[in-house]
């Protein structure tokens, strides 16, 4: 079945810090959304990406969708204590035109004191 | 609007009983989502609906578990005989059109069976 790879797992990094976290996929997707998730909540859509190439921003999130539609990364910059918590990738849509959205397992980002 | 309103947020049952939940989507979202999160894992897909009709199931989803979309607007997630291994967190989302994929998540039901 369709996985999604992310890395890394966890990081850690001192406040004020930029962050990178990418997703790959062993198959094509029509769309990629990245997510943040706070303890005891639901995921929060950050950014969607609809077109291989295309690179997004939301404030200090910059996300890409690889040109090859099997990656996508994520970029963070100038971290600030809120941007504490984990974020997903997920993909969408593939060559069986299959709807559903697959998750990553997750990158846990930690802000040291 | 207020977003996809899910309820209960917490449910505490015995093993053998069966529980419902209940997901609320974005008023007019035609799609409709359930997934499953365990500790440290992504969601996991269980099923979707496009307006009343239910498009997949994940293997995830034994017969024990059932998902109904009747009107095409709010849905449940009923699990009966509960197992310890049912646990997790079960998370509704919704999408407004076909074309258009962002899905916005519900704070989720958490589900603990003793």
């Known amino acids: 079945g369709q996985q999604l790879n992310q890395s890394p797992q966890s990081m850690f990094i001192q406040e004020g810090e930029d962050v990178s976290m990418n997703c790959t996929s062993s198959s094509i997707f029509n769309t990629w959304l990245w997510y943040k998730q706070d303890p005891g909540e639901g995921p929060v859509l950050l950014i969607a990406?609809?077109?291989?190439?295309e690179l997004t921003s939301n404030g200090r999130l910059t996300a890409q969708f690889g040109i090859t539609r099997k990656d996508s990364f994520l970029n963070i910059s100038a971290s600030i204590p809120s941007d504490v918590g984990i974020y997903f990738c997920?993909?969408?849509?593939?060559?069986?035109?299959?709807?559903?959205?697959?998750f990553g397992k997750g990158t846990r980002l930690h802000i040291l004191p | 609007d207020t977003g996809v309103s899910q309820d209960p947020r917490h449910k505490i049952t015995k093993r053998g009983q069966n529980v419902t939940f209940r997901c609320d989507p974005i008023s007019e979202h035609n799609r409709l989502y359930w997934y499953r999160q365990t500790l440290g894992q992504g969601p996991e897909f269980l099923t979707y609906f496009q307006n009343e009709a239910q498009l997949e199931k994940s293997r995830l989803l034994s017969d024990r578990f059932s998902a109904e979309r009747p009107k095409g607007s709010f849905s449940t997630l009923e699990i009966q005989r509960t197992e310890q291994g049912d646990s997790a967190m079960y998370l509704c989302?919704?999408?407004?059109?076909?074309?258009?994929?962002?899905?916005?998540f519900g704070q989720g039901t958490r589900l603990t069976v003793v």
């Open positions: 997920a993909g969408q849509g593939s060559v069986n035109r299959d709807d559903k959205i697959i």
């Open positions: 990406l609809y077109k291989a190439g």
């Open positions: 989302a919704s999408s407004p059109r076909r074309s258009a994929t962002e899905a916005f």
